[in-house]
């Protein structure tokens, strides 16, 4: 009974002190461990091993360690928050793989860790897939990743754009406007000869000059008369031309070199629009 009661003590004493080297060493390989994590930028992998020995039953110096590690890593943990969008709204269902890996089947909104650096994600929706690749940048914090289920809506005819259209100026308007030109001109110089015509009658048969005398000067002033009509009628056809001309479709002046290899001649034609 007495052996018994000695042994029961004795692993009464020694129990405790193999415990705590086995804590003390599982201690110390987690300290080692968070460090190596840390190192291969894999900071939830870090952040998991460096709790480890933040316990109370690790040596201070690396508790003191391994709860700065934990803190650091998980500040550099990215997250990002899986949307899916459908002509309903958003799906509040999906499965989601990351890299292959299941991911998540609920979308609630609520941010998800991955490890930094490239991954791709897949949604999997009614049958339906989207597939996508992007690059989480440590410490990046609730990065949308939104995969587009909606029906895509009728597609619009390609746009036909139009050739650059211009309003050229017609030959009527240049031809309306001449006249105009002419009438002005016309108009001026049979004035002028009119009046020098009446200032000669003025002065060598005043007041006693006859019909025949003064026919010429009045022809003159008739003329002018008409003149200015059609001056007048020339300028507002050449407005009218030019204000209601159409528009067309604008060529580009271009010009090629045609070789002639007819009956063996030797020559070129330029050929071009202008």
Known sequence: MKKWAVLLIALEWVTPSVVR????QACYKSHEQAQLKKREGNPRAAR????VCAQGTCPQFIQDDCVVWAEEAERAIPTVVLQAMTDEGDASEAVVT?????????????????????H???FVLKGQEREMRMVVKEGEKRRTVVADFRTPKAQAASPVV???RHRPISAMTWGSAAVGVAGFLGFGTLAILGTNKYASLRTSCAPFCTDAQTASARSLFVAADVSLAVAIVGTLGAFGFYLT????PEQKATLRIVPDWSAGAQSVHLVGTF
Do not use: T
């Not at 080297?21 to 003390?24: L, P, R, S, V």
């Not at 998991?48 to 709790?51: P, Q, T, Y």
């Open 21 to 24: 080297a086995q804590d003390k």
């Open 162 to 164: 139009a050739a650059p």
């Open 98 to 118: 990351l890299d292959g890996a299941p991911m998540a089947i609920r979308l609630d909104g609520k941010s998800l860790e991955v490890d930094p650096g490239s």
């Open 48 to 51: 998991d091993v460096a709790r």
């Open 245 to 248: 001309r159409p528009e067309v």
């Open 120 to 122: 791709v994600i897949r």
